[in-house]
């Protein structure tokens, strides 16, 4: 039997009623080349399964990447590990690969000063888990407790945070510029409560612990708040030069020098 025994216009438009878009388009192709080559008919189905496979995981994968909001172009590979001789590459390509911490809801923290790279680096591993199959939310902290506020406002916080469940990863970026009267409501401390030991967060920020008692509205619940966090998380201190300085003063050469520049500066290469 060849493919012009069977009604082929039905054929197709039963494949879109059963959502198989990827066998509706290769059949007609796959089917002539099984015919010609004489192909088994286990072969052949087998062969339109497997693409349709790959082709809704490269679907689910997009729509996982659209969700994220990730920041554009930054990605591991454009990451030079050499600035910041305190991460081991090996080290954050083994996050990557999610498994046992995103499934306990472990939690990772990256300090240091402005310019370093920790927003690069966050969206970056969100990213490569997002190609790994896992859900990620980036999102700017004071953003999301704008939104997280607004919601218990219409007194459906408990919802909004039940919702980020979905995300098995949120990063929260610059989690120390969430301003006072933002604190003062504490969505995040319910959001990090919310989260705790079943979902994992990455948080960054340019403030060690001891100058958090600004994001939290008094010094008990930031006690409480570092505490949940830190518990099962791994930290990353990025205590090195500011990537952007640096790049200004390699670009500008050697001619105008920073205030405080340090000899490191003027590697030539
Ligand atoms: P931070 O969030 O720590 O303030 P960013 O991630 O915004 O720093 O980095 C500032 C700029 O410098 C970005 O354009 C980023 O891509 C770049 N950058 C920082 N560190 C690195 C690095 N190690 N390798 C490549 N680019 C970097
Ligand atoms: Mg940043």
């Given at each position: 039997m060849t493919s012009t025994d069977i009604d082929a216009a039905r054929l197709t438009l039963a494949l879109n009623e059963l959502r198989l878009p990827a066998i509706k388009a290769l059949w007609p192709r796959f089917a002539e080349q099984a015919d010609k080559e004489g192909w088994r008919a286990a072969r052949l189905?087998?062969?339109?399964?497997?693409?349709?496979?790959?082709?809704?995981?490269?679907?689910?994968?997009?729509?996982?990447?659209?969700?994220?909001r990730l920041l554009p172009?930054?990605?591991?590979?454009?990451?030079d590990f050499n600035a910041v001789p305190t991460?081991?590459?090996?080290?954050i390509n083994a996050i990557t690969a999610g498994d046992s911490w995103i499934g306990n809801g472990n939690n990772i923290l990256l300090f240091g000063p402005p310019g370093v790279g920790k927003s690069h680096l966050s969206s970056a591993i969100g990213l490569a888990l997002v190609e790994n199959g896992y859900r990620v939310l980036f999102t700017r902290t004071t953003d999301l407790v704008q939104k997280l506020q607004q919601a218990r406002r219409d007194l459906v916080?408990?919802?909004?945070?039940?919702?980020?469940?979905?995300?098995?990863l949120l990063i929260l970026d610059d989690i120390a510029y969430v301003t006072k009267d933002q604190a003062?409501?504490?969505v995040l401390f319910e959001l990090i409560s919310a989260r705790?030991?079943?979902?994992?967060?990455l948080i960054t920020a340019n403030q060690p612990f001891g100058a958090w008692d600004t994001i939290f509205p008094d010094p008990a619940m930031t006690?409480?708040?570092v505490d949940r966090i830190?518990?099962?998380a791994t930290i990353f201190e990025m205590n090195v030069e500011s990537y952007r300085r640096k790049a200004a003063v390699k670009a500008k050469g050697p001619g105008r020098p920073p205030k405080q520049a340090s000899a490191a500066d003027f590697n030539p290469d």
């Open positions: 189905l087998n062969a339109l399964v497997e693409h349709e496979l790959a082709e809704r995981d490269r679907r689910r994968i997009e729509r996982h990447l659209a969700q994220a172009g930054k990605t591991l590979d454009s990451f991460l081991s590459k090996a080290h916080l408990e919802a909004a945070i039940a919702k980020l469940d979905k995300y098995h003062e409501t504490s705790y030991e079943r979902r994992s967060m006690l409480a708040a830190v518990h099962h």
